[in-house]
Nanobody, 120 residues
Framework: VQLVESGGGLVQPGGYLRLSCAAS????????VAWYRQAPGKQRELVAR???????EYSDSVKGRFTISRDVPKITVYLQMNSLKPEDTAVYYC???????????????WGQGTEVTVSS
């Protein structure tokens, strides 16, 4: 299984980006999906998570500006980020719960990270 992230880059304050996280391999199903971020010198923090029951959680710092979504047939997770602020600068990681075998438990996988820089 491999998770490949894309969509990061340099953007001005107030701008937007859409991050993608595409899973590939022998995957049966995709369950919980989430995005985390880690700013320089800080711990990795949860940004957004879509639970298996469809409920969605956002960190207070991004609520109203970011939207997490998924495309089940494409086994891809997205993070739409609007009204970006300099404090959103970080490396963003997707974290996806996948089932790869009917006889094995679900497992979480991490993407390699994509860098987002918000600066004028």
């Amino acid at each position: 299984v491999q998770l490949v992230e894309s969509g990061g880059g340099l953007v001005q304050p107030g701008g937007y980006l859409r991050l993608s996280c595409a899973a590939s391999g022998d995957i049966i199903s995709m369950n919980v999906v989430a995005w985390y971020r880690q700013a320089p010198g800080k711990q990795r923090e949860l940004v957004a998570r879509r639970n298996n029951d469809g409920s969605i959680e956002y960190s207070d710092s991004v609520k109203g500006r970011f939207t997490i979504s998924r495309d089940v047939p494409k086994i891809t997770v997205y993070l739409q980020m609007n009204s970006l602020k300099p404090e959103d600068t970080a490396v963003y990681y997707c974290n996806v719960q996948l089932r790869t075998d009917v006889f094995r438990p679900l497992k979480y996988y991490w993407g390699q990270g994509t860098e987002v820089t918000v600066s004028s």
